[in-house]
Nanobody, 129 residues
Framework: VQLQASGGGWVQPGGSLRLSCSISGSTLDAHAIGWFRQAPGKEREGVSC????????YYTDSVKDRFTISGDSAKNTVYLQMNAVKPEDTGVYYC???????????????????????WGEGTQVTVSS
C-alpha cells in the first residue's frame, strides 16, 4: 500500500488550500485515513481522520469548523479542505492509513508499538502574509 500526499503550497492567512492523499495498492474502505502535520521543532500531531468504511470523520479541536476531510472511493483519494487557515497551520502535512479506528489513528498513534500501518511522504503547507 502506498500513499501520496499532494496539494501543499503557500497561502495567506484566511485563505484556502486542498490537500489530496492518493492511495494505491488497497481500497479506501479498508482503512482509516488520517492527516497529520509537523511544524518545525514540534512533534507530529493528528489533524483529521476519516473511517473509510462508514465515512465517520474526526478533527482535532484546533481545526474544527475550518478543515473538512472527505473521501472519494472512485478515485481512492482522501481530501483535506483547509479554510480560514492560520499561520499556526504551517507545517509538513502527511497522510497515513491504518486498519484501526480513527480513535487510534488520530489521538493514539504515538502509543502504538508498531506505529500506523502506512505513511505517505509529506507536503509542505506555509501560511504567511
Amino acid at each position: 500500500v502506498q500513499l501520496q500526499a499532494s496539494g501543499g503550497g503557500w497561502v495567506q492567512p484566511g485563505g484556502s488550500l486542498r490537500l489530496s492523499c492518493s492511495i494505491s495498492g488497497s481500497t479506501l474502505d479498508a482503512h482509516a485515513i488520517g492527516w497529520f502535520r509537523q511544524a518545525p521543532g514540534k512533534e507530529r500531531e493528528g489533524v483529521s481522520c476519516i473511517e473509510g468504511d462508514d465515512d465517520n470523520t474526526y478533527y482535532t479541536d484546533s481545526v474544527k469548523d475550518r478543515f473538512t476531510i472527505s473521501g472519494d472511493s472512485a478515485k481512492n483519494t482522501v481530501y483535506l479542505q483547509m479554510n480560514a487557515v492560520k499561520p499556526e497551520d504551517t507545517g509538513v502535512y502527511y497522510c497515513a492509513a491504518d486498519h484501526r479506528s480513527c480513535y487510534y489513528v488520530l489521538s493514539r498513534f504515538t502509543d502504538l508499538p508498531t506505529g500506523l500501518d502506512y505513511w505517505g511522504e509529506g507536503t509542505q503547507v506555509t501560511v504567511s502574509s
